[in-house]
């Protein structure tokens, strides 16, 4: 493979210049800069073609979800994004492609001011991996660990239409729309670094928010009670003929990269604030408890019997993307 | 795949934990910061089976190797690796497999206070993406573009060994002894640390002398005489029949990461204590010049027919990695 052809094809589309950067693609090493009483987070993720989007998702749309979904993380946390690196095995040149997936992974870039300052380009089977890396100003970061009972679990935007957009593509359902939301999910970057000050725990809605939620209730060793009337649905989804189904997704599907959060009763003020700033709808779905485990209720109060089985269990068995 | 348990069982085996690594494997990102007064170098490289190792290469081969290429990418730069991450595609869950991987992985690791504090695993063909940070003092950083005019050139350890090992290995030579240069290349992290000091432009040889001492010249703009016989050959090599081909090897053949450096004449003494002070050695095999362009010639002055074509079409001709 013609790796420094790629590497110069790459180098010609990344267009952000951060001043941060000493130096980018075209050495052994990027080297860069950090501001001052700032921590840097770090992530990544890799997307393989099968596993992680169909086979016969657009170029364009692989190179968004890459970055995106590595934005996601860095926003999960409270991160402003800085430097990405892109490690692209390929099956073969394909010049149309390379220009496609470019376009839309730097389109995102570009919409973050991320640099990509380096990485790598192999021969094999499709597969992406990014790294991305952000600031957090010193003790600032939301991990995961910081719930407790009586905290609010809220998440931001809608959960499930993503889940929904791959079961329409699994079962050929014809769109005339694009699968916006599985595709292009949107990274909730400034919410994230808005939650800093509010939030007790974060996560991102990757894996479905029963699993994800499971996360911030393992790390900090607390329950929840969860409304499933609570859980907020796309106006595309309630069109949709069967309710049961739409929730069973909204709890249950991932790809959705929304925020969830936790935050002590005190901060709801600032999160009614937050969500007409950023004109992002945040839904107070339940709350956390001292008892462990995750416990998903009617609004009448009956408990579901998905719940009965653990989350983790049903997790396992209903999760869309077979992870 | 298991994801989680994978991640745990890597959490488990990694025993360096630095005190500049606040949050490790385990969140949405790992939160880590930087000394005063350094700039962070990040290199990122991936290895697939078939293209950067041979199928049937051990688990534990593969661990080292991919953690050692991207450390030799640091070191090339002058760079005191601290963290990585590593993005691990793995086409089925084998513990005993993974278990040799994180062996080879974590004893290189842990030699040079290499903390991983993150990454992924994804179901699919092998590969692996290592990425790497490390520091460098603000300024003292090693690029490819210092060379000058009357520089000497010279490269750490010898060259040519991991080539000729991968030419008995694809002609079905049988060893006793295991691939210990193509398989466990020793990234020269004291050296360039040292070299900060000393080099003008350095770059590690991990593609053959020509096609990387060519990175330099071009980054530089500048050209280069080296001298055939000065090239270091290894003790193994020269026992071998053929000195011709030996010397090609030196030439052209990739996976030995040495660093290859040029300095002003005025290091020579602090070169020569370098090398003694490492118990490495460090060879003086040309010198950079105005012209463009790399000359290679024998002692007596009669230049080698291989560079009239250029390095780089010889370089993509003979290349022994098929890269």
């Known amino acids: 493979m013609a790796e420094f052809k790629l590497i110069d094809r790459f180098r010609q589309r990344n267009k952000v210049q951060r001043k941060d950067v000493l130096q980018g693609i075209g050495d052994d090493c990027a080297r860069v800069e950090m501001p001052q009483g700032y921590e840097l987070a770090i992530t990544s993720d890799t997307l393989c073609e099968g596993v992680h989007f169909p086979q016969g998702t657009s170029a364009h749309a692989i190179g968004y ?6 934005l996601s993380d860095l926003a999960a946390m409270g991160a ?12 073969q040149h394909n010049a149309r492609w390379l220009d496609d997936f470019a376009e839309g992974f730097f389109t995102l870039a570009e919409r973050h001011n991320v640099q990509l ?12 991996t990014v790294q991305a890396h952000g600031f957090i100003p010193a003790g600032k970061a939301i991990t995961r660990s910081g719930a407790k009972p009586g905290d609010y679990i809220c998440v931001t935007g809608t959960l499930g239409q993503a889940g929904l957009e791959l079961l329409k593509l699994n079962g050929g359902i014809q769109r005339k729309t694009p699968y916006n939301r599985l595709n292009y999910p949107e990274p909730r970057i400034e919410a994230g670094i808005a939650l800093r ?6 996560i991102d809605v990757s894996d479905g928010l029963i699993a994800d939620l499971g996360h911030i209730l393992d790390a900090g060793q607390v329950g929840a009670r969860v409304v499933l ?17 739409m929730l069973e997704l909204a709890l249950t599907a991932g790809d959705d990269y ?13 999160a009614n604030d937050l969500q007409k700033e950023l004109n992002l709808p945040i839904k107070h779905i339940g709350n956390i408890e001292e008892a462990p485990g995750l416990r998903i209720h009617r609004k009448e109060g009956v408990p579901l019997e998905i719940s009965s089985g653990g989350y983790e269990h049903f997790s396992e068995k209903k999760n869309a993307r077979g992870k």
């Not at 300052?117 to 992406?128: E, R």
């Not at 000050?197 to 974060?202: L, R």
């Open 65 to 70: 979800k890459a970055l995106a979904v590595n």
């Open 80 to 91: 402003q994004p800085s430097w990405v690196t892109l490690a692209l095995t390929l099956p």
């Open 197 to 202: 000050e509010i939030a007790s725990a974060a």
């Open 258 to 270: 929304e925020i969830c959060f936790t935050m002590a009763e005190e901060h709801i003020d600032a």
């Open 229 to 245: 009337e609570e859980l907020p649905l796309s106006v595309t989804m309630m069109q949709d003929q069967d309710p049961a189904k």
């Open 117 to 128: 300052i380096g990485g790598d380009t192999t021969q094999g089977p499709l597969s992406i």
